[in-house]
C-alpha cells in the first residue's frame, strides 16, 4: 500500500461577489515509502496549494472548500481534527519552503527553531535537546554548528538558511518530506548541493520525498516518479524515464522543450509554450490546456479527456497524445508544423539514448531503474 | 555628440520606458485607489459625514433660526443662571438655551463654520511649513549629495528641536505669544503637526528617490532639479494626504483643548464648538447637555476625517493593493 | 551598544544648544514679562524698572543668555520668580506626579491594547474585532479632556467610586521620600497610603490611557495581521507546533515590533495629554504649574522644565530605541 494516496484532491476557493476559483481540480496521486515523486508544472498549476491542503496548511478563510481524500498511512489528513493534524506535522510529514528568508523567524535564534521541534515531537529539553539540534545541522553540513545555533536566520547565508530549514524537517525522521521549490530562491551552484543533501538524506533514512518544482532539471535528476500537473490536474504521471524519453502528454512536451540545452546551436531558439496559464479551459469544458496546445483537435473541446493509462503504468490525460517513438519519422512531420513555429514538439524531445535534456544534469544514476 | 553603444542604448531605452511606465502607474495609483475608496463603507461614513458637517458649515449660518449672540433668554426671563435655571429644548429652542440665554441650536450651527475653518486653515498652516521643511530635506538627502546630507541634518535637527518640546506646550507658548484668538489657535494648532508632516513626506522621498525610476532618469539626464520636483515629490505626496486627512481630526480636537484652557477665542460672540465646550464647564451640574452637544459634534466630525483618512491609507497602500 | 550610547547622549548636546538659544529668544518676545506678572497694572515705571534689574532682566540678552549657560553647565536652573524656590526643587517635586500617571496611562494603554488588538486580529470580522476597532476610533477622536470630565461625572461623582482630584488624600499624612506617591508608600510601608494615591491615579490615567489605548490596539491587530500572514508562521505550523507557541514565540514577537516604536513616540505625547488631564483632576504635576508659569512669564521655570522634558523625552526614544534593538536582532545599534 501506498504511503501517501492522494484522490480526487480539489481545493476552491471562493470569494463574495466573485466567481469560486478551483486552485486544484481532482489531483490523483500516490507515494510510496521511500520514493521520490514530482509533482511538476508552471506556477499557478496548482502544486503548491496540493502541499499545502495536504499539510492542513492553507490559510482558514470563508470560502475555502476542500475536497477528496488524501489518506496518509491509513488516516485521511483531511478528515482528522486540528490536534492530531499538528502531532502528525513534523513528526510524520515534515516541509521544506521555497523562500528560506522569510521562512525562518527572523527574531527566534537557529536553535531555538530547531530545538522546538524535538521538543514537541520527542519531548527532548534543555542539553539534550541542544545536542541533538548540533547533530542536526552537522548532519545537513552546517559548518561550527554550535556557534550557529546562537545565531539569527539574518546571519546565515541563503544555502545555510535551506539547510537549517531542511534539518528542522528532517529533525523526527519524519516518512514523507514534501519539499516546495526547495532551491528557487538560491543561487545554481548553491542549488545544487541542496539537492545533493536532500538525495543523500532520502537514500540514508529512507524518508519518501515529494518534490515540488517547476524545474525539469531537479526532477530529472532526483525523482522516481513524476506528475505533470496542469490547470490543477495531473495531466501525465510516468516514471522518469519514459517521461524524459517518450513524453505523451503535448504540455509535457512544450515543458520539455522550452528548457534551455547547452547542445543546441546557436541560432537555435527555445520553443516556450505560447500563451500563459491563465488562458485556461475549464476542465468541465474540455482539456484546459487545448487553449494552448499545437496538436488539439475537435475532440479536445466539450468534455475533459479521461485518463488514459498504458500497460506500463503511465497515465495521461490527452485523446491526441505525442506520438511514441518508433512510428515513421513522416508521420512525426505531419502532425508538427515546422521548428520554427512556438510550441511544435521539438526533435529533442523524443531523443535516442542521452537523455531529453542533457544540458541539465539529468545523467540518470545506477539506481536508475525503469 | 556621444555615441552609445546599441547595447548601452538599448539599456537606457528600457530604463525610460520603465520610468514612463511608473509615471503612467502614477495617475492609474490614485485612480483606482478613488475607485477602492468608494467601494469602503467606512470611507463612505466618512465622506457622507463630512459633506453633511460641509454643507451645514456652509449654508447653514443663513438659516439659523435665532442670532448666535442673542441673549434672548436672559432678556425673556426664563434664563436665571443664578436659580440654576437654564431651561433645555422645547419646540422653539430645539437645543435649549446656554448660560448666557443664547439658542444652543444656532451657535452649534454657526459654530460648525467656525470649526472646520479652525481644523482646515491649521492643518494647512502644518501642511505648509512641514512639507517645505520637509521636502527641501527629502530632496537634499536624496539626490543632494554631501552637501545635501548637511542640509537635511541640519533641518531635522530642527525637527527634533520641535518634536522634543511636549506639543500641547508648544501650542500654550504660542498662544502665549500671540494672546488668544482664533488666529492663535490656528497656528498654534499648526505647528505642531509640522514635524509629523515634514518627517513623513521626507522619509517617503528619500524612498521614493531610491527607486528605479530615478536612476532611470538619472542615468538619462535628466536635471536633479526637475526630477525633485516632477517626479519624485508627486510620487511622494500620497502619505502626507492621507496625514492631512487624519490631522484635520486632531486639529480640530487640538483646538477644543486650547480653547478649554482658555487660549481659545476669547470673543464668545463667534461660537466655536471648543470654545461651547469649554464654556459648557461650569454648568455640568445643571445642563450636561451644553458640553454634549459640542463634544459629539467634535467626536463625529474627527471621526468623518478619522474614517476617510484611513480608508484613503488603506486604499493608497500598495501593500494592500491587488 | 555603548558607543550608541554616548553617541546619542551626545547629539543631545546641539539639540538642547539650539532649543535653549530658540527658547530664550521666545520667551523674551513674549509681551509683558515677570514685573507686569507680580505687579498688575498699577506698577510704577520705576517700580518695573527695579523689578527687571533686580531679575537681571535689563541686561542685554546676549548677557543674560551667556548667564544661563554658565548656570546650565553646573546644572543650575535657578530660581522660580513666582515661588521664589529652585527650579530644581520645584521640578523634583512636580515632575513625580506626572510620570507615575504617565505610567498609568501606559499600563493600561499597554495592558488592555496588546490583547485586544491580538484578539482582534485572531477573530478578524467578528464581533470583537468590529467593537474594538470601532472603539479605537472613537478613542482617537474624543477629546481627552472632554472623557477625564464624563469619567469624573459618572465614576466619581455619581458613584462615588474613586476620588474626584488630588493625588493622595492628604489626611493620610503620608511620608514623602522620592514625591512618587506609591513608590513612597511602598517604601515606607504605608500600605495604606500607597493604595490612596493608585486610587487617585485610576481615572485620570484612564482618561490619559484613552489616545494611547486606541493606538496601540489598532497597531497591534495590524501588526498581528500582517504577521499571520508571514511564511514563518507556516513554518512553525508545519513543525506541529502546538498553538500556544506559535502564538507566542512566532507571531506576538514579531508582531510587537511595531507596537514598541510606536510605545516610544506615544510616551512623549502622553506628556502634553498629562497637562490637560492634571487640570480637570486638580492632580499636582507640572501641567497647571507650566500653564500658571507661562502666565506669569515666570522665565526660569520655563526655560528649565521645558529643557528638562526635552532630556526626558529624548532619553525615552533611546531607552526605546535599546530595547528594540534587544527584541529585534536584526537591528544592531552602532
Request: proline share 6%; glycine share 10%; hydrophobic share 45%.
Amino acid at each position: 500500500m501506498a504511503l501517501l494516496d492522494v484522490e480526487e484532491l480539489s481545493v476552491t476557493f471562493a470569494r463574495r461577489n466573485q466567481r469560486p476559483v478551483r486552485a486544484v481540480d481532482g489531483v490523483s496521486f500516490s507515494v510510496d515509502a521511500g520514493e521520490v515523486v514530482g509533482l511538476v508544472g508552471e506556477s499557478g498549476c496548482g502544486k503548491s496549494v496540493t502541499s499545502l491542503a495536504i499539510m492542513g496548511l492553507l490559510p482558514k478563510q470563508p470560502g475555502l472548500t476542500v475536497g477528496g481524500k488524501a489518506v496518509f498511512d491509513g488516516t485521511d489528513l483531511l478528515k482528522i481534527d486540528d490536534r492530531s493534524r499538528r502531532d502528525i506535522r513534523g513528526r510524520d510529514i515534515a516541509m521544506i519552503f521555497q523562500d528560506p528568508l522569510s521562512s525562518l523567524n527572523p527574531v527566534v535564534p537557529i536553535g531555538i527553531q530547531v530545538t522546538e521541534v524535538l521538543t514537541r515531537h520527542r519531548g527532548m529539553k534543555g542539553e539534550a535537546a541542544a545536542k541533538e539540534a548540533a547533530q542536526l545541522l552537522d548532519r545537513v553540513g552546517i559548518p561550527d554548528p554550535k556557534r550557529r545555533l546562537k545565531e539569527y536566520p539574518h546571519q546565515l547565508s541563503g544555502g545555510m538558511r535551506q539547510r537549517a530549514l531542511i534539518a528542522m524537517a528532517v529533525a523526527c525522521q519524519p516518512r514523507l518530506l514534501i519539499a516546495d521549490e526547495p532551491t528557487t530562491a538560491l543561487d545554481v551552484t548553491i542549488q545544487a548541493q541542496i539537492l545533493e543533501l536532500l538525495k543523500d538524506l532520502v537514500r540514508d533514512s529512507g524518508t519518501a520525498l515529494v518534490m515540488i518544482t517547476h524545474d525539469l532539471g531537479v526532477v530529472a535528476g532526483m525523482c522516481d516518479t513524476i506528475n505533470v500537473l496542469y490547470g490543477g490536474r495531473v495531466v501525465e504521471t510516468a516514471r522518469r524515464r519514459p517521461l524524459f524519453r517518450q513524453p505523451r502528454h503535448p504540455y509535457t512536451v512544450g515543458l520539455l522543450g522550452s528548457v534551455p540545452r547547452l547542445d543546441a546551436g546557436r541560432g537555435e531558439r527555445l520553443n516556450p509554450i505560447p500563451g500563459s496559464v491563465r488562458d485556461l479551459l475549464p476542465w468541465p469544458d474540455g482539456c484546459a490546456f487545448a487553449p494552448r496546445c499545437t496538436r488539439r483537435i475537435d475532440s479536445c473541446v466539450g468534455e475533459p479527456p479521461a485518463l488514459v493509462v498504458t500497460h506500463d503504468s503511465r497515465g495521461y490525460r490527452c485523446v491526441n497524445p505525442a506520438p511514441l517513438p518508433g512510428a515513421p519519422g513522416e508521420e512525426v512531420r505531419e502532425v508538427v508544423p515546422g521548428s520554427a513555429t512556438p510550441g511544435s514538439v521539438p526533435a529533442q524531445a523524443v531523443p535516442d539514448d542521452p537523455p531529453a535534456v542533457p544540458g541539465l544534469a539529468a545523467t540518470p544514476s545506477e539506481e536508475d531503474v525503469a | 555628440m556621444t555615441i552609445i553603444s546599441g547595447k548601452k542604448r538599448e539599456k537606457i531605452d528600457r530604463l525610460a520606458e520603465l520610468a514612463a511606465r511608473d509615471e503612467e502607474r502614477g495617475v492609474s495609483l490614485w485612480q483606482d485607489a478613488f475607485r477602492r475608496l468608494r467601494r469602503n463603507p467606512a470611507a463612505v461614513v466618512g465622506a457622507v459625514i463630512l459633506t453633511v458637517f460641509l454643507l451645514v458649515a456652509i449654508v447653514g449660518p443663513f438659516f439659523v433660526p435665532y442670532g448666535p449672540t442673542d441673549t434672548m433668554g436672559i432678556r425673556e426671563g426664563v434664563v436665571k443662571v443664578g436659580q440654576g435655571l437654564i431651561p433645555g429644548h422645547s419646540a422653539e429652542h430645539w437645543l435649549g438655551y446656554d448660560h448666557q440665554g443664547r439658542d444652543v441650536f444656532s451657535r452649534m450651527i454657526v459654530g460648525a463654520r467656525q470649526t472646520l475653518l479652525v481644523g482646515v486653515v491649521a492643518t494647512m498652516i502644518g501642511l505648509a511649513i512641514g512639507a517645505l521643511i520637509g521636502g527641501v530635506a527629502g530632496a537634499a538627502a536624496g539626490l543632494g549629495g554631501r552637501w545635501g546630507r548637511w542640509v537635511d541634518a541640519t533641518l531635522m535637527r530642527f525637527i527634533d528641536m520641535l518634536l522634543a518640546m511636549p506639543s500641547l506646550l508648544l501650542a500654550v507658548s504660542i498662544a502665549a505669544l500671540l494672546g488668544p484668538s482664533l488666529i492663535t489657535v490656528m497656528i498654534a494648532v499648526g505647528m505642531v503637526s509640522v514635524p509629523v508632516f515634514a518627517r513623513l513626506l521626507r522619509g517617503s522621498m528619500i524612498a521614493q528617490s531610491n527607486s528605479d525610476y530615478v536612476l532611470a532618469a538619472t542615468s538619462l539626464g535628466v536635471r536633479k532639479s526637475k526630477i525633485a520636483l516632477a517626479h519624485v515629490l508627486p510620487n511622494s505626496l500620497a502619505p502626507v494626504i492621507v496625514q492631512a486627512t487624519l490631522t484635520l481630526a486632531t486639529a480640530i480636537i487640538e483646538a477644543a483643548a486650547l480653547s478649554y484652557l482658555g487660549l481659545g477665542n476669547p470673543d464668545s460672540a463667534t461660537p466655536e464648538w471648543g470654545v461651547m465646550l469649554a464654556d459648557a464647564q461650569p454648568w455640568l451640574g445643571i445642563r450636561p447637555a451644553l458640553a454634549i452637544y459640542p463634544a459629539v459634534a467634535i467626536i463625529i466630525t474627527a471621526l468623518g476625517f478619522t474614517l476617510l483618512g484611513e480608508a484613503m491609507r488603506e486604499a493608497l497602500d500598495p501593500k494592500l493593493r491587488k | 551598544m555603548i558607543r550608541f550610547i554616548v553617541r546619542r547622549l551626545l547629539q543631545l548636546i546641539p539639540t538642547l544648544f539650539g532649543l535653549s538659544i530658540l527658547l530664550f529668544i521666545w520667551l523674551r518676545r513674549l509681551p509683558g514679562g515677570p514685573e507686569t506678572a507680580i505687579l498688575g497694572e498699577r506698577g510704577t515705571p520705576e517700580m518695573r524698572a527695579a523689578i527687571r534689574q533686580n531679575l537681571g532682566l535689563d541686561e542685554p540678552i546676549l548677557i543674560q543668555y551667556g548667564r544661563f549657560i554658565r548656570r546650565m553647565v553646573r546644572l543650575d536652573l535657578g530660581t522660580s520668580i513666582s515661588t521664589k524656590r529652585e527650579v530644581t526643587t520645584e521640578f523634583l517635586q512636580r515632575f513625580p506626579g506626572t510620570v507615575e500617571l504617565t505610567i498609568t496611562a501606559m499600563v493600561i494603554a499597554i495592558g488592555i491594547g496588546i490583547p485586544l488588538g491580538y484578539l482582534a486580529a485572531r477573530r478578524r470580522g467578528r464581533f470583537l474585532d468590529h467593537a474594538s476597532v470601532g472603539g479605537s476610533l472613537i478613542g482617537i477622536c474624543i477629546p481627552v479632556f472632554f472623557l477625564a470630565y464624563i469619567l469624573k461625572a459618572i465614576f466619581s461623582e455619581n458613584l462615588g467610586w474613586f476620588p474626584s482630584s488630588g493625588r493622595q488624600d492628604p489626611t493620610l499624612g503620608a511620608t514623602r521620600i522620592t514625591n512618587f506617591f506609591v513608590l513612597d508608600g511602598l517604601m515606607t510601608r504605608e500600605w495604606d497610603a500607597a493604595a490612596d494615591a493608585i486610587w487617585h491615579l485610576v481615572l485620570p490615567g484612564m482618561a490619559l490611557a484613552s489616545i494611547p489605548l486606541a493606538i496601540i490596539v489598532r497597531i497591534t491587530r495590524a501588526s498581528v495581521l500582517e504577521v499571520l500572514n508571514e511564511d514563518f508562521v507556516r513554518t512553525a505550523e508545519a513543525k506541529g507546533l502546538t498553538e500556544n507557541v506559535v502564538r507566542r514565540r512566532h507571531v506576538l514577537r514579531n508582531a510587537m515590533l511595531p507596537v514598541a516604536t510606536s510605545i516610544g513616540l506615544l510616551t512623549g505625547g502622553l506628556l502634553s495629554g498629562a497637562v490637560l488631564t492634571e487640570t480637570v483632576f486638580a492632580f499636582s504635576g507640572i501641567g497647571a504649574f507650566l500653564a500658571d508659569s507661562i502666565s506669569q512669564r515666570d522665565y526660569p521655570v520655563l526655560m528649565g522644565f521645558i529643557m528638562i522634558i526635552a532630556v526626558v523625552y529624548v532619553l525615552v526614544n533611546l531607552i526605546v530605541d535599546l530595547s528594540y534593538s534587544l527584541i529585534d536582532p536584526r537591528v544592531r545599534v552602532r
